[in-house]
């Protein structure tokens, strides 16, 4: 069966430090990657999307970037954080033929 | 572009009553749709899906949902509510028009249940 898994679970940064968050996705292949954030009291809204390694779109401007190094690896990155980039990440593996996706733990981003 | 609205932003229900979240989308042809549940601080689970044939879809916790092209409805039931259901709810529309296959989420609808 497939797992996902994101880490860390709980980041605390200051302002203007780098950021790295990391998923692996298990049991699949070739799976399509995404990277949502949840503001509180908000929905998800969809920051990159992947559909193979080194190929990342991205659907908003902002400070953040993604990578996919590896077929089933995916990270979302930034050089300097900013307080509007506190959020809840969630990562998020697909099956191209049916758009379902699923779902990995989340990582809560506090930044102060 | 497609839209998923979610009307109720909030419920609260008895535990023991029936259950309606309210679900409508915008999309040009037929949509896959979706129910997610996330509980306080966790990702988010599959309820359940739609993509074709029978518009009355079976999903896991005892939920189901039905597609209502007439009303560009998938609204999500149950029909006994437990305490352990108290969680946000999202509807979701899949984009299969492009090559990103993502999914457009509704606002959600934090259910809440009474003992």
């Known amino acids: 069966s497939q797992t996902i898994h994101q880490w860390p679970a709980t980041l605390v940064q200051p302002v203007g430090s780098p950021l790295s968050l990391e998923c692996t996705v298990e049991?699949?292949?070739?799976?399509?990657l995404y990277w949502y954030r949840q503001a509180a009291g908000r929905g998800l809204q969809l920051l990159f999307y992947s559909v193979g390694i080194g190929q990342i779109s991205s659907e908003v401007p902002q400070n953040l970037s993604a990578s996919r190094p590896q077929d089933r690896q995916f990270i979302l990155s930034s050089k300097k954080l900013l307080l509007s980039d506190s959020g809840f990440y969630l990562c998020?593996?697909?099956?191209?033929?049916?758009?379902?996706?699923?779902f990995g733990p989340g990582t809560r981003l506090t930044v102060l | 572009a497609q839209s998923v609205t979610q009307p109720d932003i909030h419920i609260t229900v008895s535990e023991g009553a029936s259950l309606e979240l309210r679900c409508n989308y915008s999309?040009?042809?037929?949509?896959?749709l979706f129910w997610y549940v996330q509980s306080p601080g966790q990702g988010l689970q599959l309820l359940l899906k739609y993509f074709s044939g029978d518009t009355l879809v079976q999903g896991i916790k005892g939920f189901e949902a039905e597609f209502k092209r007439s009303q560009s409805s998938f609204n999500l039931r149950k029909p006994s509510v437990h305490w352990s259901d108290a969680a946000e709810y999202f509807c979701?529309?899949?984009?299969?028009?492009?090559?990103?296959?993502?999914?457009?989420f509704g606002s959600g609808t934090r259910l809440q249940v009474q003992p």
């Open positions: 979701a529309v899949g984009d299969m028009d492009t090559g990103r296959r993502a999914l457009t």
């Open positions: 998020a593996w697909g099956q191209f033929a049916t758009d379902t996706q699923y």
């Open positions: 999309y040009g042809a037929t949509p896959y």
């Open positions: 049991g699949t292949s070739n799976p399509n």
